[in-house]
């Protein structure tokens, strides 16, 4: 599987070009835009996080962009500041985003955030207050309540362009997926098979299931209390800066949650999929931790419309490449790559790498996906530029993954990873009310969190 650094740098040559498929057109649902006039003739971008591991590509695409400059820089560690600031000697810098806000709120007209997942909903629902537009790196957010705050923090401010992560629906393939699918040129959607390779069952990988590990003093570098932000006070404990809080039930979202994104998306475009029903997850006893080392969650969504076969629409959604047995979908005998999304339909079956490559079955026999008669057309874009495009006004700009799109998979990968809390029990879920029907336990234990005083969650 290739690394996320490594796929960023490959989606870079995406030309930065508007979408043409009227499969995905129809996505975009907003209205036309003014002209931006920014006070320096470009868009001000304030990045908050500019460190670890996704913050540099970020910065980097966007740095690219001619309507771009970025006038603030925001980080707990003190040296990925220092070095960063370098780079923009122009650019004001502070360790507190919330000090961006009281000080320099005219300083800047967007806001990139890449933090730790635990602090998302909370950076990017001020910066929506204060009347910014937001590129959030995925998963959105890190507890199932804040699906629905950012979602209407967003939605009471429609003049504000959003976007998640998304970088691999940049290129063509993605797009071509969900063209055939949303279409119905295979026939109407049965259910959907998800899965991703990993996590390696030893060392201090990307993501990291070994446990928590006893506290010690936090890095010289940095404002540990900052670093917590939304989460409660806690010790910081060895790993948890660098890379392991992605596994961590208090600062991360597991595997499940941090690749659903770049996984469920197709699914979501394809089929304007609402909230699941239910949830069922099976897994190794949870800690504090999240084991992700075999997890196999079932979601159930209400199928209503002509693009499903059933009144339910089932998407199965695992790790350690645990993919669906091709003998029973009818398939011939052969491998499947490491990280996949399958769709079974009534009249064929399709699968999408995270990189784009496609794979059509029919009647159990491999076609050319290219053959398919009443494809659309489907163009590349810069993923970065098409967020700053749309801001600017460039007529015909699109952005794939608004907040509108990227909460429903946030939501569908946290819904996973928390019922793995639960191994084997069905939770029924209900996003109108943010509880488990007939769930207390459940509800009171895996749906929200206490925020800290002073980082509470602005009201949307």
């Given at each position: ?251 991360g979202t597991g595997q499940l949650g941090d690749w ?24 190794r006893s949870p800690s504090d931790f999240y084991h ?169």
């Amino acid at each position: 599987m290739i690394d996320r650094r490594t796929l960023i740098a490959s989606g870079a040559l995406a030309a930065g070009a508007t979408l043409a498929a009227p499969a995905l057109a129809s996505l975009a649902g907003m209205p036309a835009r003014r002209p931006f006039r920014g006070k320096l003739g470009k868009l001000q971008v304030l990045q908050v996080g500019v460190g670890g591991s996704i913050a540099p590509a970020d910065r980097h695409e966007l740095r690219q962009h001619p309507d771009v400059v970025f006038t603030g820089l925001c980080d707990v560690d003190s040296d990925a500041l220092k070095q960063v600031s370098a780079e923009h000697p122009e650019a004001f810098t502070c360790r507190d985003f919330r000090e961006a806000f009281d000080r320099h709120a005219g300083k800047f007209d967007a806001v990139v955030v890449c933090t730790p997942d635990h602090n998302h909903a909370l950076i990017m629902m001020t910066a929506l207050a204060a009347g910014k537009h937001v590129y959030g790196q995925k998963p959105l957010v890190q507890q199932l309540s804040e699906v629905s705050a950012i979602l209407g923090a967003a939605n009471a401010r429609p003049q504000l362009v959003t976007q998640v992560g998304n970088q691999r629906m940049g290129p063509e393939g993605r797009q071509h997926a969900v063209d055939i699918l949303r279409r119905g040129l295979l026939g109407k959607a049965i259910e959907a098979h998800v899965w991703i390779s990993g996590p390696g069952d030893t060392g201090d990988g990307y993501f990291w299931y070994g446990g928590l590990s006893e506290p010690i003093a936090p890095p010289a570098n940095v404002d540990w209390q900052l670093w917590l932000g939304a989460a409660q006070d806690a010790p910081c404990r060895e790993g948890l800066v660098g890379l392991r809080w992605r596994s961590s039930w208090d600062y991360g979202t597991g595997q499940l949650g941090d690749w659903c994104t770049h996984l469920l998306d197709v699914l979501y475009f394809a089929y304007d999929l609402p909230s699941p029903v239910a949830v069922v997850s099976q897994t190794r006893s949870p800690s504090d931790f999240y084991h992700a080392q075999h997890v196999h969650s079932t979601l159930t969504y209400p199928a209503a419309g002509d693009r499903f076969a059933r009144d339910r629409f089932v998407v199965h959604y695992c790790d350690k490449s645990q993919a669906p047995s091709r003998a029973s979908l009818g398939l011939p005998a052969g491998a499947w790559p490491g990280t996949g999304t399958l769709v079974v339909c009534e009249d064929g079956v399709l699968l999408v790498e995270p990189e784009g490559a496609i794979q059509v079955w029919r009647g159990g026999k491999p076609v050319d996906w290219k053959s398919i008669p009443g494809q659309g057309e489907v163009r590349a874009r810069n993923h970065w530029h098409s967020w700053v495009d749309r801001i600017v006004g460039k007529p015909g700009a699109f952005v794939q993954t608004p907040f509108s799109a990227g909460a429903g998979m946030a939501e569908a990968g946290l819904l996973c990873c928390r019922a793995a809390r639960f191994p084997g029990r069905e939770l029924r879920w209900d996003r109108a009310t943010n509880s488990f029907l007939g769930d207390d336990e459940a509800t009171k234990s895996i749906v929200r969190r206490e925020y800290r005083k002073g980082f509470e969650l602005p009201s949307a």
